[in-house]
Nanobody, 116 residues
Framework: QVQLEESGGGLVQPGGSLRLSCAAS????????LGWHRQAPGKERELVAY???????RYAASVEGRFTISRDNAIDTVYLQMDSLKPEDTAVYYC??????????WGQGTQVTVSS
């Protein structure tokens, strides 16, 4: 049974930084994609970024250049460093693990609020 434990959300001023962490347990896959989606009030959930076990990454256009995803395969943990945060980054951020066969799991979500 895969479990995803998120941490690191909170309140930050515009231009500030936060780092999210997601630790996956119970996952042993040859390759998989571990990353983040987000959902703002009244909007659909959208991809933020993900990192494959083999080392490649993908970002949404809206965060590229401001967010950095990294992954430590030894402890099955992914980090999302978020810099130059904007009010429009305010959302609940969900950790997501997806395998090549399409199975996927979600974390419970962590709130990120960017406001002065």
């Amino acid at each position: 049974q895969v479990q995803l434990e998120e941490s690191g959300g909170g309140l930050v001023q515009p231009g500030g930084s936060l780092r999210l962490s997601c630790a996956a347990s119970g996952s042993i896959f040859t390759d998989d994609f571990l990353g983040w989606h987000r959902q703002a009030p009244g909007k659909e959930r959208e991809l933020v970024a993900y990192a494959s076990r083999r080392g490649w990454t993908r970002y949404a256009a809206s965060v590229e250049g401001r967010f950095t995803i990294s992954r430590d395969n030894a402890i099955d943990t992914v980090y999302l460093q978020m810099d130059s945060l904007k009010p429009e980054d305010t959302a609940v951020y969900y950790c997501n693990l997806r395998t090549l066969t399409g199975s996927e799991w979600w974390g419970q979500g962590t709130q990120v609020t960017v406001s002065s």
